[in-house]
Structures are given as C-alpha cells and as structure tokens.
T-cell receptor, first 115, second 111 residues
C-alpha cells in the first residue's frame, strides 16, 4: 500500500510570493491534516479536511488556507510569504471516522525556505 | 487549551542502556496519547499509542502506560540500540485528527 506522498519535497520562495503544497493520502483515507514544523515552535496543527470540508483548524493567520478534492488529495496554500513561514510542512492522513484515537500516517514533508 | 510537556534533549545513551523519556500532558477531557518517532530526513511514524487510563502501548521494545492520575505517558525501553537514534514526540488528541505535540526529545545512542 503506497504511503502518504507530498510534492514538492523542497521549495525556495521569496517574501511576498505565494506557494501551494500538495498531499496525496493513503488510498481509502478521507482525512488529511496539515502541520507546520519549525525549530522554535515545534509541530503545530494547521487544519484538517474530511470529505472536502474543513473540520478542524489551528491558530494560524488567514494567509494559510487549504482545500480537499473529491479524491481526498489536499492542497495547502500560503499567500504573502514571510520569512517565518520557512518550515517543514507535514501532511498526515487517516480514515477520519474513528475519533481521536485514530492513527495518522505522515508523509515525508515539504521543506519550504523563504528568502 | 491542551498541552504536552516532554523532557528536554538531547539524551545521549550508550548502546544497551535503559531509556526513559518523560511526558506529561494537560487536557480538558479524556485524550488519546501517542508517541511518534522521526528519523533524520523523514516524516513522523507512530511508535505506540494508548486510548484509555492504564492502557499500555508497546512496539519494538518501547512501552508507555497511560497514567490518568499523574497525567503522564512516559516512554521506556529496556535496551536501546544505535538504530533507535531519532527524535521522539509525545502527543495527544482530543478531537478528530487535531493532535497536540510536545517539543520532541532527541535521542542519540552511541556504540
């Protein structure tokens, strides 16, 4: 069974630009969550999508947005990039139907560098 | 809000030493608890989990017991190997897929 895939793996952008990251979940999984990982703040929850609807949201500004398609693939967009957005962005998938005890499966991440 | 506190690293151990990584949590309800591991250059992998009080999660020689009375979920392994070198994250979840992570503890095992 193929794992969670994320594209691209590495990205370099400049301040003010926007970026779109993509995540393909494990086949059969309908929930996709996004996390930001930085040395200073650690791992922080961005949002979760289930069946094309945002079901949970973390405490990030509106510059961070996402969407999910009917095949469960998800994209995350960051507009007006700031230096502090440099991070590893992780995507995780799960079935999304068994509550908080459900295991999430993580992709390898997209490393974004903002110059 | 929810929070997870785990011991600062890095932790350096000799091969075959006993490992303990402390983790305590604050939650408004009754969360599920997890330990994830991140190897260099990779995403997170679930190591073990526990979903109710006194549950013991175990995997690959690692164990952790859900202690509601002390709000703790300490990770232990009796004999570490060089291949266990990684960053370990304690985490909790109270709602669908919204996971709160600790800051991570880097473990380095030397031969």
């Amino acid at each position: 069974k193929a794992g969670v895939t994320q594209t691209p793996r590495y990205l370099i952008k400049t301040r003010g630009q926007q970026v779109t990251l993509s995540c393909s979940p494990i086949s059969g999984h309908r929930s996709v969550s996004w996390y930001q990982q930085t040395p200073g703040q650690g791992l922080q929850f961005l949002f979760e999508y289930f069946s094309e609807t945002q079901r949970n949201k973390g405490n990030f500004p509106g510059r961070f947005s996402g969407r999910q398609f009917s095949n469960s693939r998800s994209e995350m967009n960051v507009s007006t990039l700031e230096l502090g957005d440099s991070a590893l962005y992780l995507c995780a998938s799960s079935f999304g139907t068994s509550g908080p005890q459900e295991t999430q499966y993580f992709g390898p991440g997209t490393r974004l560098l903002v110059l | 809000g929810n929070s997870v506190t785990q011991m600062e690293g890095p932790v350096t151990l000799s091969e075959e030493a006993f490992l303990t990584i402390n983790c305590t949590y604050t939650a408004t309800g009754y969360p599920s608890l997890f330990w994830y591991v991140q190897y260099p250059g990779e995403g997170l992998q679930l190591l073990l989990k526990a979903t109710k009080a006194d549950d013991k999660g175990s995997n690959k020689g690692f164990e952790a017991t859900y202690r509601k009375e002390t709000t703790s979920f300490h990770l232990e392994k009796g004999s570490v190997q060089v291949s266990d070198s990684a960053v370990y994250f304690c985490a909790l979840s109270e709602s669908y897929q919204k996971v709160t992570f600790g800051t991570g503890t880097k473990l380095q095992v030397i031969p």
